[in-house]
């Protein structure tokens, strides 16, 4: 079973701020403790996406913050209105994304880009194992 969640957030100075409230809600109901390690990497990982989409994405009214649950991982993505994909080589990466890599590796994850399906954006995900 597949749980989703979807939040449109409007991107400005409280983008971030809500965007981690909104994955902070949906922790609970994903099996995951508030306050736990695991639940901080999340949430850190979520502030760094959506701190990306608000300083690169310029055209972006608005961005989506999705975040999913299946098959023992979580995922949470980020999707704004700009069509350039991030560099994701080791080179190409910037510190934030960097880190949000390392977190993700903690848990058996990654961090990812794909276009979007109904618009000329993207979004860009980090997945993690749920901790048993």
């Given at each position: 079973m ?7 957030i ?5 983008a ?6 909104t994955?902070?809600a949906?922790?609970p109901?994903a099996g995951v403790a508030?306050g736990?390690?695991f639940?901080?990497a999340?949430l ?7 701190a ?10 608005v ?7 299946a098959?023992g991982q979580?995922?949470?993505s980020v999707?704004d209105a700009?069509?350039v ?6 080179e190409?990466?910037?510190a934030?994304?960097?880190m949000v890599?390392e ?7 990654g961090v ?7 618009h ?9 194992g749920?901790?048993s």
């Amino acid at each position: 079973m597949v749980r989703r969640h979807l939040a449109s957030i409007e991107v400005g100075p409280e983008a971030v701020r809500r965007a981690r409230e909104t994955v902070a809600a949906y922790l609970p109901s994903a099996g995951v403790a508030p306050g736990s390690a695991f639940a901080d990497a999340v949430l850190l990982a979520t502030s760094e996406l959506a701190a990306n989409a608000v300083r690169h994405a310029p055209r972006s009214p608005v961005m989506d913050v999705g975040i999913a649950v299946a098959a023992g991982q979580l995922i949470v993505s980020v999707e704004d209105a700009e069509p350039v994909l991030p560099d994701l080589s080791a080179e190409g990466m910037g510190a934030g994304l960097r880190m949000v890599t390392e977190l993700a590796g903690d848990y058996r994850g990654g961090v990812g880009t794909e276009r979007a399906v109904d618009h000329d954006g993207k979004a860009v995900y980090v997945r993690f194992g749920i901790p048993s």
